[in-house]
């Protein structure tokens, strides 16, 4: 018999929540076959068999929290892949057997009667995250309809039963149980519908850290805005033989990135973070750019981008999107930025005050390009594509001054992207 455990993930987790087993109980895997999800506040890890064998308990169910080196299901091993079918056989002829000589029990005809009227939670075997759900949607397990061979009820068939309630043949009054009632006009109450969803653990997560980040850091925004007509003209005449040397698209990410090196280098202290009393400065430039994936917002990192060619930054960026996007960045894509970048203008958003992603003191926020009247001289007006840019920084470390003279150095640089060569 081999345990199942969570498996160490990294010095920052110490706890996930099973998001779904892969295998059942009583199949046959391999060694290295994927057994289970593990849902951790910044990626997804799969467990996979250490030994090949036959499944044969699941302790920890889907929806449940468990920590670091906690059994959460064990394995019988040695055994082959036709073993474990026969030994369930034993225990089915004990449990058979066992269970014979319960009709001569002087049991009376009327218990089960008196039993029916409670068809609760505890009249039928459920996995806890199904208990919870059930009583947070009004409904009687008995009800349900179990996958599981065993009859056992899992979250997903809670959830199935509650979709198919919802349906306009089905009975409305106990999926609206848990609405808030309010008095119509001729004094008699009326339900209103709604849906109760739990938090993903990475969004409970990034509530956490935000909430936090609010109130520890002392947290101010200043504002500026760039005229991105030499980029735009940059990007427009080399974007296509770019391409060609490079198999990336030339966006504004590695503009951004750049300037922004150029502007750490000036002004250290945004790039440093605060531990106790001390002010750590780093000395190497790790810049996280936000993603926006289906579980949240992440922040994978771009490492010592000061040694890379805009080139290896869009394609170090395309990379950690794209595994953003299919749940497959590692820990050690998301861990030690030393400042981030967050662009709100892919979503169309004109303004906006970015929150610090700490222990970092400093995250730039870009925006959309929209065309705006700007005054070329005393007599001259013209339409140009115009950004405006946002950066929050920490009071403690970082002064107003500070700050301002950081995002005017970045605004310079990314209006003279022929700078960016020498300065970023």
């Known amino acids: 018999m081999s345990e199942i455990k969570v498996p160490a993930m990294g010095e920052s987790i110490t706890e996930g929540t099973v998001s779904r087993w892969l295998v059942k109980e009583g199949e046959t895997v391999n060694q290295g076959d994927v057994l289970l999800e593990l849902e951790t506040d910044k990626v997804n890890i799969e467990i996979s068999a250490e030994e090949s064998g036959v499944l044969e308990k699941i302790v920890r169910h889907e929806g449940e929290t468990v920590e670091i080196g906690e059994t959460i299901g064990t394995l019988s091993v040695g055994a082959g892949g036709g073993s474990g079918a026969p030994a369930s056989q034993p225990a089915a002829t004990e449990q058979k057997q066992a269970a014979a000589p319960a009709p001569e029990a002087p049991t009376p005809p009327p218990a089960p009667v008196a039993a029916a009227p409670e068809p609760d939670s ?126 990336i698209n030339l966006g504004f990410m590695s503009f951004f990135t750049k300037a922004v090196v150029g502007a750490l280098k000036k002004f250290p202290t945004v790039n440093a973070e605060i531990d106790g009393e001390d002010v750590v400065l780093k000395k190497y430039y790790d810049i996280g750019i936000a993603v926006s994936a289906k579980e949240g917002l992440v922040v994978p990192v771009v490492r010592d981008a000061d040694r890379l060619g805009f080139a290896e930054i869009e394609k170090s960026i395309a990379d950690l999107a794209s595994k953003a996007r299919s749940n497959t960045l590692a820990l050690s894509d998301l861990q030690g930025g030393t400042f981030t970048i967050t662009n709100g203008g892919t979503f169309g958003s004109l303004l906006s005050t970015p929150i610090l992603n700490t222990p970092q003191v400093g995250i730039l926020g870009m925006h959309k390009i929209q065309l705006r009247p700007v005054a070329i001289d005393a007599e001259r007006m013209e339409n140009r594509p115009m950004m405006y840019i946002a950066l929050s920084y920490d009071h403690r470390i970082i002064d107003g001054s500070e700050a301002v003279r950081f995002l005017v150095t970045v605004k310079e640089l990314l209006e003279d992207p022929e700078s960016l060569l020498i300065e970023g």
């Open 122 to 247: 505890s009249s039928k075997t459920a996995s806890p995250s199904a208990r919870k759900l059930a009583r947070e949607r009004g409904i009687e397990l008995d009800q349900v309809q179990s996958k599981d061979p065993i009859g056992r009820v899992y979250q997903d068939d809670v959830k199935t039963h509650s979709t198919q309630a919802a349906a306009p043949s089905a009975a409305p009054a106990k999926a609206l149980a848990a609405a808030p009632s309010a008095p119509a006009a001729g004094g008699s109450t009326f339900t209103k519908p709604v849906e109760r969803q739990r938090m993903s653990r990475r969004r409970a997560t990034i509530a956490k850290r935000l909430v936090e980040a609010q109130q520890t850091a002392a947290m101010l925004t200043t504002f500026n805005e760039v005229d991105m007509t030499a980029i735009m003209d940059v990007r427009k005449r080399r974007k296509d033989k770019f391409k060609e040397k490079h198999e």
